[in-house]
């Protein structure tokens, strides 16, 4: 079936860039998205890629998509402590309304 | 506009008691979800509603039941609560299928 991985646990001190990987067995999801979600609240929509890209960028944010090795990835330029939180990848085929979420990466930002 | 809200945000169950949780939208969306988190796990969908009045099964439906009587409201029931319930509860909502989903802040159900 379906399966997306994540790393439980990503630790940064602030300042320094963050690098949080997804891995995936579905081919076939056309948006991939990553969500952040802040202690006691909901998931909050990040960005997300198509799958014809390799690289989407927003401000101190850059998603990398490796089609071949079914790999992305998240990149936090200059890590601050309000970056703090669980990061969600999931996966969705076009056209349906089924996600596959991540375990979700616990990142920790050490001031 | 204020999104998704959940109602309650925090309960406590004792095995046996049933309960329902609600969960509302203000933008008119067609589609609504409810999910289950759980420690090192992703969500899982429990059930999913294509419109008013319609409700489907998703991942892991059994011991719950919906109901979406209005579209802006979808309700998720437990009928006789276990202690294998005990999670965090997201409801979202989406415009249509095709669309990236809206998450509610979540309820956290602890069953005992």
């Known amino acids: 079936g379906e399966d997306v991985e994540q790393s439980l646990f990503l630790s940064v001190r602030e300042g320094d860039s963050s690098v949080i990987n997804c891995t995936y067995t579905d081919s076939s999801s056309t948006y991939l998205y990553w969500y952040k979600q802040e202690p006691g609240a909901g998931l909050q929509l990040l960005t997300y890629?198509?799958?014809?890209?390799d690289m989407k960028q927003d401000q101190r944010l850059t998603v990398l998509l490796n089609k071949k090795d079914k790999h992305l990835s998240l990149r936090i330029a200059d890590t601050q402590t309000g970056d703090s939180a669980i990061y969600f990848c999931?996966?969705?085929?076009?056209?349906?309304?089924?996600?596959?979420f991540g375990t979700g990466t616990r990142l920790k930002v050490l001031a | 506009n204020a999104g998704v809200t959940q109602t309650p945000k925090f309960r406590v169950l004792k095995t046996g008691q049933s309960m329902t949780l609600l969960c509302a939208q203000d933008m008119n969306h067609e589609y609504m979800y409810w999910y289950r988190q759980d420690p090192g796990m992703g969500l899982r969908l429990i059930h999913y509603s294509v419109g008013e009045g319609t409700t489907a099964k998703g991942e892991v439906p059994d011991g719950y039941n919906v109901s979406r009587l209005k579209k802006q409201n979808f309700l998720l029931g437990l009928e006789s609560a276990a202690p294998s319930q005990t999670s965090v509860y997201f409801c979202a909502s989406s415009p249509s299928q095709d669309n990236e989903q809206y998450f509610g802040p979540g309820t956290r159900l602890t069953v005992t």
């Open positions: 999931a996966l969705r085929r076009s056209g349906t309304y089924k996600y596959i």
């Open positions: 890629i198509f799958s014809n890209m």
